[in-house]
């Protein structure tokens, strides 16, 4: 059975960093791109990353570009989202997705069907 398990997420001040990992479980993970995506109170979900299968193909959000770095380990089944310089409106519930089928690239969020519970993140002095 399918299943993705997000971890390190918390409380951070403004500046600060945090990486997030998603373990995933029951499929072969290497040929899924694999995506984060993040909600806050009262506003939409929001793709933030997403990487390829292989892992050479990545998006960000423009929000996020230049501050998280998303990479996977295929030999681990994990993808982790390293976040820097962290900013209030950073904080959000962050979930990892699985693509529904192999070979999808980008990040709609449409094209991603398994998710996560998800791991609270939240940024405040």
């Known amino acids: 059975q399918l299943q993705l398990v997000e971890s390190g997420g918390g409380l951070v001040q403004p500046g600060g960093s945090l990486r997030l990992s998603c373990a995933a479980s029951?499929?072969?993970?290497?040929?899924?791109?694999i995506g984060w995506f993040r909600q806050a109170p009262g506003k939409e979900r929001e793709g933030v990353s997403c990487i390829s299968g292989s892992g050479s193909m990545t998006n960000y959000a423009d929000s996020v570009k230049g501050r998280f770095t998303i990479s996977r380990d295929n030999a681990e089944n994990t993808v982790y989202l390293q976040m820097n310089s962290l900013k209030p409106e950073d904080t959000a519930v962050y979930y990892c997705a699985a693509a529904r089928r192999a070979g999808v690239v980008g990040c709609r969020e449409a094209d991603f069907g398994s998710w996560g519970q998800g791991t609270q993140v939240t940024v405040s002095s």
């Open positions: 029951g499929f072969t993970f290497r040929y899924y791109a």
